[in-house]
């Protein structure tokens, strides 16, 4: 059964760095069937997908263009576990973030973690 | 990038038949596949259609999805409404150029 599993803090402030971690249960990190990705959700923006990363002989990391000098994706073997870094936030990236997994072969983002709502806020 | 439009919300009866669209702004709505996920408050969403008319395991047959050329659009047909159904409807696809684009979300009520 798989299983994701967020932490990090719930508050930051603005112009700082903003870190999550999604620890993964039931699969690798360096699956060859899946990808795992980031993907937040406000009432302003509703979902947005961030970016993402998966090994396939290396590894590869795709970002929005709309956070791509902002954000970086940082896998873990050793911990089995997916960090996200965004930096330099301000308020409009007060959001529940998410991590989730997809399945390689159908696209279907077929497991997600509880959800860590950020606030970015002095 | 292009945009999915979907309806803000919806309404219908328990038992009756409700057609949540998403629209394509842009390109073809055949040249990625469509995902439809529902999500209830405070939980985040699951998939109920995948590769635009699949159903995961455990998805009820009520749930269909489909495409349309002609309207550039996708659907979410939910039949045999139930109160349970009662949530947030989201369509997902790949722009081609490594990016997820989802819609704003569909309000589904049922009364």
């Known amino acids: 059964q798989i299983q994701l599993q967020q932490s990090g803090p719930g508050l930051v402030k603005p112009s700082q760095t903003l870190s999550l971690t999604c620890a993964i249960s039931g699969d690798r990190v360096s699956s060859n069937s899946a990808v795992w990705n980031w993907i937040r959700q406000s009432p302003s923006r509703g979902l947005e997908w961030l970016g993402r990363?998966?090994?396939?002989?290396?590894?590869?990391?795709d970002y929005a263009l709309s956070v791509k000098s902002r954000i970086t994706l940082e896998p873990d073997t050793s911990k089995n576990q997916l960090a996200l870094r965004l930096t330099s936030v301000t308020p409009e990236d007060t959001a529940v973030y998410y991590c989730?997994?997809?399945?390689?072969?159908?696209?279907?983002?077929?497991?997600w973690g509880q959800g860590t709502l950020v606030t970015v806020s002095s | 990038n292009f945009i999915l439009t979907q309806p803000h919300s919806v309404s219908e009866s328990p038992g009756r038949t409700v057609t949540i669209s998403c629209t394509r702004s842009s390109g073809s709505i055949a040249s990625n596949y469509v995902h439809w996920s529902q999500q209830r408050p405070g939980s985040p969403p699951t998939t109920v259609i995948y590769e635009d008319d699949q159903r995961p395991s455990g998805v009820p047959d009520r749930f269909s999805g489909s495409i349309d050329s002609s309207s550039n659009s996708a659907s979410l047909t939910i039949s045999g409404l139930k109160t349970e159904d009662e949530a947030d409807y989201y369509c997902q696809s790949y722009d081609g150029s490594n990016e997820w684009v989802f819609g704003g979300g569909t309000k589904l009520t049922v009364l």
């Open positions: 990363t998966y090994y396939r002989s290396k590894w590869y990391n």
């Open positions: 989730a997994r997809q399945d390689s072969q159908t696209w279907d983002f077929d497991h």
